[in-house]
Protein backbone atom coordinates (compact mmCIF):
# COMPACT_ATOMS: atom_id res chain seq x y z
CA UNK A 1 0.00 0.00 0.00
CA UNK A 2 2.65 2.00 0.99
CA UNK A 3 4.46 1.69 -2.25
CA UNK A 4 1.11 1.91 -4.03
CA UNK A 5 0.53 5.74 -2.14
CA UNK A 6 4.58 7.24 -3.40
CA UNK A 7 3.80 5.73 -6.58
CA UNK A 8 0.29 7.71 -7.39
CA UNK A 9 2.14 11.03 -5.22
CA UNK A 10 -0.37 10.61 -2.75
CA UNK A 11 2.79 10.66 0.00
CA UNK A 12 5.84 12.74 -0.04
CA UNK A 13 8.89 11.77 1.99
CA UNK A 14 9.79 15.24 2.90
CA UNK A 15 8.81 14.60 6.61
CA UNK A 16 9.14 11.88 9.08
CA UNK A 17 7.70 11.71 12.51
CA UNK A 18 7.84 8.93 14.53
CA UNK A 19 7.00 7.63 18.03
CA UNK A 20 6.19 4.57 19.62
CA UNK A 21 3.10 3.09 22.41
CA UNK A 22 2.17 -0.14 23.96
CA UNK A 23 -0.45 -2.14 22.72
CA UNK A 24 -1.52 -4.38 25.66
CA UNK A 25 -2.13 -7.89 26.13
CA UNK A 26 -5.71 -8.96 27.59
CA UNK A 27 -4.36 -9.86 30.59
CA UNK A 28 -5.22 -9.32 34.22
CA UNK A 29 -2.64 -7.97 36.95
CA UNK A 30 -0.01 -10.61 37.62
CA UNK A 31 0.54 -11.51 41.19
CA UNK A 32 2.09 -14.62 41.97
CA UNK A 33 -1.16 -16.02 43.45
CA UNK A 34 -3.20 -15.49 40.96
CA UNK A 35 -1.15 -16.97 38.28
CA UNK A 36 -0.50 -20.13 40.76
CA UNK A 37 -4.39 -19.77 40.71
CA UNK A 38 -4.61 -19.65 36.92
CA UNK A 39 -1.98 -22.46 36.64
CA UNK A 40 -3.68 -24.89 39.14
CA UNK A 41 -7.29 -23.97 37.19
CA UNK A 42 -6.01 -24.46 33.66
CA UNK A 43 -4.20 -27.91 34.66
CA UNK A 44 -7.70 -29.06 36.11
CA UNK A 45 -9.33 -28.46 33.35
CA UNK A 46 -7.31 -29.92 30.94
CA UNK A 47 -6.53 -33.19 32.89
CA UNK A 48 -10.55 -33.39 33.53
CA UNK A 49 -11.46 -33.41 29.58
CA UNK A 50 -9.01 -36.24 29.21
CA UNK A 51 -9.86 -38.56 32.15
CA UNK A 52 -13.63 -38.19 30.63
CA UNK A 53 -12.63 -38.41 27.09
CA UNK A 54 -10.09 -41.09 27.28
CA UNK A 55 -11.26 -43.31 30.34
CA UNK A 56 -9.10 -46.33 28.69
CA UNK A 57 -5.95 -44.61 30.11
CA UNK A 58 -7.66 -44.71 33.48
CA UNK A 59 -6.33 -41.45 34.85
CA UNK A 60 -8.36 -41.29 38.22
CA UNK A 61 -7.37 -38.21 40.27
CA UNK A 62 -9.67 -35.52 42.43
CA UNK A 63 -8.43 -32.10 41.86
CA UNK A 64 -10.59 -30.20 44.97
CA UNK A 65 -10.75 -27.07 43.17
CA UNK A 66 -12.68 -25.17 45.25
CA UNK A 67 -9.99 -25.60 48.32
CA UNK A 68 -7.27 -24.55 46.59
CA UNK A 69 -9.74 -21.41 45.09
CA UNK A 70 -10.04 -20.56 48.79
CA UNK A 71 -6.19 -20.58 49.21
CA UNK A 72 -5.77 -18.34 46.59
CA UNK A 73 -8.39 -15.98 47.61
CA UNK A 74 -6.81 -15.63 51.27
CA UNK A 75 -3.84 -14.51 49.74
CA UNK A 76 -5.56 -11.78 47.57
CA UNK A 77 -7.12 -9.99 50.74
CA UNK A 78 -4.65 -10.70 53.26
CA UNK A 79 -1.14 -10.12 51.58
CA UNK A 80 -0.90 -6.38 51.98
CA UNK A 81 -1.92 -6.83 55.57
CA UNK A 82 0.92 -5.25 57.97
CA UNK A 83 -0.30 -7.54 60.80
CA UNK A 84 3.11 -10.28 61.68
CA UNK A 85 0.18 -13.09 62.48
CA UNK A 86 -1.51 -12.17 58.99
CA UNK A 87 1.92 -12.55 57.63
CA UNK A 88 3.45 -15.79 58.75
CA UNK A 89 -0.22 -17.10 57.73
CA UNK A 90 -0.25 -15.93 54.25
CA UNK A 91 3.60 -17.51 54.24
CA UNK A 92 2.14 -20.63 55.22
CA UNK A 93 -0.74 -20.46 52.82
CA UNK A 94 1.44 -19.78 49.77
CA UNK A 95 3.25 -22.90 50.92
CA UNK A 96 0.65 -24.84 50.74
CA UNK A 97 -0.11 -23.30 47.18
CA UNK A 98 2.80 -24.02 45.74
CA UNK A 99 2.45 -27.34 47.10
CA UNK A 100 -0.94 -27.79 45.23
CA UNK A 101 0.48 -26.81 42.15
CA UNK A 102 3.55 -28.47 41.93
CA UNK A 103 1.58 -31.86 42.55
CA UNK A 104 -1.00 -30.66 40.11
CA UNK A 105 1.77 -30.20 37.38
CA UNK A 106 3.55 -33.81 38.55
CA UNK A 107 0.28 -35.30 37.27
CA UNK A 108 0.08 -33.92 34.28
CA UNK A 109 4.01 -34.27 33.40
CA UNK A 110 2.98 -38.12 34.45
CA UNK A 111 -0.48 -38.04 32.01
CA UNK A 112 1.66 -36.51 29.14
CA UNK A 113 4.19 -39.29 29.12
CA UNK A 114 1.01 -41.77 29.12
CA UNK A 115 -0.78 -39.16 26.65
CA UNK A 116 2.55 -39.69 24.61
CA UNK A 117 2.78 -43.37 24.84
CA UNK A 118 -1.07 -43.90 23.51
CA UNK A 119 -0.28 -42.21 20.34
CA UNK A 120 -2.21 -38.91 21.58
CA UNK A 121 -0.34 -35.56 21.10
CA UNK A 122 -2.11 -32.96 24.19
CA UNK A 123 -0.63 -29.80 22.50
CA UNK A 124 -2.46 -27.46 25.11
CA UNK A 125 -1.00 -29.61 28.26
CA UNK A 126 2.57 -30.03 26.86
CA UNK A 127 2.13 -25.82 25.95
CA UNK A 128 1.43 -24.64 29.44
CA UNK A 129 3.21 -27.36 31.72
CA UNK A 130 6.89 -25.37 31.59
CA UNK A 131 4.96 -22.22 31.92
CA UNK A 132 3.84 -23.42 35.00
CA UNK A 133 6.94 -24.80 36.38
CA UNK A 134 8.42 -21.21 35.54
CA UNK A 135 6.07 -19.56 37.45
CA UNK A 136 5.71 -22.12 40.65
CA UNK A 137 9.92 -20.96 40.73
CA UNK A 138 9.49 -17.24 40.54
CA UNK A 139 6.92 -18.05 43.36
CA UNK A 140 8.99 -19.98 45.39
CA UNK A 141 12.41 -17.56 44.24
CA UNK A 142 10.33 -14.12 45.55
CA UNK A 143 7.93 -15.38 48.67
CA UNK A 144 10.17 -18.23 50.31
CA UNK A 145 13.87 -16.85 49.59
CA UNK A 146 13.30 -12.91 49.27
CA UNK A 147 15.06 -12.91 45.61
CA UNK A 148 14.00 -9.81 42.96
CA UNK A 149 13.95 -11.07 39.43
CA UNK A 150 14.43 -8.82 36.74
CA UNK A 151 11.66 -7.71 34.89
CA UNK A 152 12.68 -9.46 31.59
CA UNK A 153 13.07 -12.66 33.44
CA UNK A 154 9.77 -13.11 34.82
CA UNK A 155 6.01 -14.45 33.64
CA UNK A 156 3.21 -12.05 33.69
CA UNK A 157 0.70 -14.45 32.70
CA UNK A 158 0.11 -18.34 31.89
CA UNK A 159 -2.35 -17.19 28.43
CA UNK A 160 -0.40 -14.77 27.18
CA UNK A 161 3.63 -15.94 28.42
CA UNK A 162 5.10 -13.46 25.63
CA UNK A 163 3.68 -10.70 27.75
CA UNK A 164 6.41 -7.69 28.94
CA UNK A 165 6.25 -5.21 31.21
CA UNK A 166 6.49 -2.10 30.65
CA UNK A 167 7.11 1.50 32.50
CA UNK A 168 7.19 4.20 30.12
CA UNK A 169 6.23 7.00 32.94
CA UNK A 170 3.05 7.75 31.76
CA UNK A 171 0.66 9.84 34.86
CA UNK A 172 -2.72 7.56 34.66
CA UNK A 173 -0.62 4.49 33.62
CA UNK A 174 2.68 3.82 35.23
CA UNK A 175 2.84 0.21 33.93
CA UNK A 176 1.77 -1.32 30.95
CA UNK A 177 1.52 -5.02 30.02
CA UNK A 178 1.79 -5.61 26.31
CA UNK A 179 4.58 -5.11 23.72
CA UNK A 180 6.30 -1.48 22.72
CA UNK A 181 5.45 -0.51 19.01
CA UNK A 182 6.66 1.78 16.65
CA UNK A 183 4.75 3.80 14.57
CA UNK A 184 6.48 6.56 11.50
CA UNK A 185 4.61 8.64 9.42
CA UNK A 186 4.97 11.06 6.54
CA UNK A 187 3.42 14.44 6.55
CA UNK A 188 0.18 13.28 5.21
CA UNK A 189 -0.28 11.15 8.54
CA UNK A 190 0.24 7.87 5.97
CA UNK A 191 1.97 5.12 8.57
CA UNK A 192 4.91 3.87 6.12
CA UNK A 193 6.51 2.00 8.81
CA UNK A 194 5.53 0.16 11.84
CA UNK A 195 7.76 -2.75 14.24
CA UNK A 196 6.21 -4.83 16.91
CA UNK A 197 8.97 -5.75 19.07
CA UNK A 198 8.93 -8.78 20.74
CA UNK A 199 11.64 -7.90 22.89
CA UNK A 200 11.48 -3.91 24.68
CA UNK A 201 13.94 -1.86 23.15
CA UNK A 202 15.23 1.43 23.92
CA UNK A 203 13.53 4.42 21.82
CA UNK A 204 17.39 5.69 20.71
CA UNK A 205 17.58 2.33 19.14
CA UNK A 206 14.86 2.64 16.86
CA UNK A 207 15.78 5.59 14.89
CA UNK A 208 18.43 4.43 12.55
CA UNK A 209 16.20 1.57 11.49
CA UNK A 210 13.24 3.77 10.42
CA UNK A 211 15.57 6.02 8.83
CA UNK A 212 16.49 2.96 6.49
CA UNK A 213 13.26 2.16 5.91
CA UNK A 214 12.20 5.46 4.73
CA UNK A 215 15.00 5.67 2.99
CA UNK A 216 14.36 2.04 1.14
CA UNK A 217 10.96 3.21 0.61
CA UNK A 218 11.38 6.72 -1.36
CA UNK A 219 14.87 6.07 -2.28
CA UNK A 220 15.77 9.54 -0.22
CA UNK A 221 15.89 10.24 3.08
CA UNK A 222 13.30 13.10 4.92
CA UNK A 223 14.47 16.99 5.15
CA UNK A 224 12.59 16.75 8.42
CA UNK A 225 13.09 14.65 10.96
CA UNK A 226 10.66 15.05 14.07
CA UNK A 227 10.47 12.44 17.45
CA UNK A 228 9.96 13.27 21.23
CA UNK A 229 12.79 13.09 23.84
CA UNK A 230 12.70 9.55 23.70
CA UNK A 231 14.98 8.87 20.78
CA UNK A 232 17.51 11.23 22.21
CA UNK A 233 20.93 9.48 22.47
CA UNK A 234 23.58 12.70 22.49
CA UNK A 235 24.70 15.16 20.60
CA UNK A 236 26.90 13.30 18.46
CA UNK A 237 24.41 11.46 17.19
CA UNK A 238 22.33 14.34 16.20
CA UNK A 239 25.29 16.51 14.44
CA UNK A 240 25.47 12.80 12.61
CA UNK A 241 22.02 12.94 11.82
CA UNK A 242 22.21 16.76 10.44
CA UNK A 243 24.61 15.66 7.82
CA UNK A 244 21.97 14.34 5.74
CA UNK A 245 18.63 15.91 7.41
CA UNK A 246 17.96 19.46 6.95
CA UNK A 247 16.24 19.90 10.06
CA UNK A 248 16.63 17.08 13.45
CA UNK A 249 13.58 18.13 15.51
CA UNK A 250 15.05 15.87 18.69
CA UNK A 251 15.03 17.69 21.86
CA UNK A 252 17.50 17.05 24.02
CA UNK A 253 17.73 15.72 27.52
CA UNK A 254 19.12 18.06 30.28
CA UNK A 255 20.76 21.16 30.40
CA UNK A 256 21.44 22.86 27.17
CA UNK A 257 24.82 25.26 26.47
CA UNK A 258 23.40 28.51 24.50
CA UNK A 259 24.27 26.55 20.72
CA UNK A 260 21.93 24.08 22.24
CA UNK A 261 19.43 26.59 23.00
CA UNK A 262 19.85 28.66 20.00
CA UNK A 263 19.01 25.27 17.91
CA UNK A 264 15.99 24.62 19.65
CA UNK A 265 14.86 28.22 19.14
CA UNK A 266 14.66 28.47 15.39
CA UNK A 267 10.93 28.18 14.14
CA UNK A 268 11.98 25.29 12.35
CA UNK A 269 13.25 23.56 15.07
CA UNK A 270 9.72 24.57 16.49
CA UNK A 271 7.73 23.47 13.57
CA UNK A 272 8.94 20.34 13.57
CA UNK A 273 7.80 19.87 17.04
CA UNK A 274 4.17 21.17 16.36
CA UNK A 275 4.16 18.46 13.54
CA UNK A 276 5.72 15.89 15.77
CA UNK A 277 3.31 16.40 18.75
CA UNK A 278 0.34 15.09 15.37
CA UNK A 279 1.77 11.76 16.29
CA UNK A 280 -0.02 11.47 19.75
CA UNK A 281 -3.40 12.29 17.75
CA UNK A 282 -2.93 8.96 14.97
CA UNK A 283 -1.66 6.94 18.19
CA UNK A 284 -4.91 7.80 19.81
CA UNK A 285 -6.69 7.04 16.75
CA UNK A 286 -4.96 3.54 16.20
CA UNK A 287 -5.92 2.71 19.62
CA UNK A 288 -9.81 4.48 19.66
CA UNK A 289 -11.37 3.87 16.20
CA UNK A 290 -8.90 0.99 15.29
CA UNK A 291 -8.99 -1.23 18.40
CA UNK A 292 -5.33 -1.05 19.29
CA UNK A 293 -6.09 -0.37 23.10
CA UNK A 294 -6.18 -4.21 24.11
CA UNK A 295 -4.84 -7.32 22.27
CA UNK A 296 -8.13 -9.90 22.16
CA UNK A 297 -5.91 -12.24 20.16
CA UNK A 298 -4.05 -15.03 21.59
CA UNK A 299 -0.49 -15.24 21.20
CA UNK A 300 2.47 -13.17 19.76
CA UNK A 301 1.94 -14.02 15.91
CA UNK A 302 -1.93 -13.05 15.77
CA UNK A 303 -0.89 -9.93 18.37
CA UNK A 304 1.36 -8.88 15.44
CA UNK A 305 -0.73 -9.53 13.08
CA UNK A 306 -3.64 -7.55 14.78
CA UNK A 307 -1.14 -4.44 14.81
CA UNK A 308 -0.32 -5.04 11.27
CA UNK A 309 -4.47 -4.97 10.48
CA UNK A 310 -4.72 -1.63 12.85
CA UNK A 311 -2.50 0.37 10.54
CA UNK A 312 -3.51 -1.52 7.15
CA UNK A 313 -7.10 -0.05 8.02
CA UNK A 314 -5.97 3.49 9.32
CA UNK A 315 -4.16 4.00 6.09
CA UNK A 316 -7.05 2.99 3.86
CA UNK A 317 -9.16 5.54 5.09
CA UNK A 318 -6.40 8.03 4.96
CA UNK A 319 -6.19 7.24 1.21
CA UNK A 320 -9.85 7.96 0.38
CA UNK A 321 -9.24 11.41 1.78
CA UNK A 322 -5.93 12.26 -0.35
Not at 259 to 272: A, H, I, L, M, V
Not at 315 to 322: A, I, S
Request: net charge positive; charged share 30%; with cysteine.
Amino acid sequence: MAQYAKEQEKISPEKLRLDTTVYETNIHYPTDSSLLWDSFRTLARLLQQIQQELPQLALRHRFHIKKVKKLACFITRNGRSNNKSKKRKVKSIYRKLIERVSWIAEIAREALVILHGAGYEAELLAHYIPIVERIISQAEQRVFQGVILAADEKIYSLFEEHTELLKRGKAGKPIEFGHKVLIAQTGEKFIHHYQVYPKRKEDKELLEPTLKAHKQLFGTGPDLLATDKGFYENMKQIMKLEKNIVTVSICKKGRRNQQEYERESTEEFKDGQRFRAGCEGSISVLKRVFNLGRCFFKGFKNYAASVGCGVFCHNLVLLTRL
